[in-house]
């Protein structure tokens, strides 16, 4: 029973782990996408 509990537990906080990761990784990406956009159409007027 104990090794069984400890799957679930580990399972569950595998995915909240995954979850949170995933979430700031969008965030980080949202911002990076908004900051280097601004950089590819300067540079694009020059390309």
């Keep these: ?3 069984n ?3 679930i537990i580990s399972r569950i906080l595998f995915k ?7 979430e700031t ?3 980080f990406k949202k911002i990076a ?3 280097f956009s601004k950089r ?3 540079d ?4």
């Design 1 to 3: 029973m104990e090794r």
């Design 16 to 22: 909240i782990v995954g979850n949170c990761v995933f």
């Design 25 to 27: 990784y969008i965030h």
């Design 40 to 42: 590819s159409n300067s």
């Design 44 to 47: 694009k007027t020059f390309g």
């Design 33 to 35: 996408n908004t900051s």
């Design 5 to 7: 509990a400890t799957k």
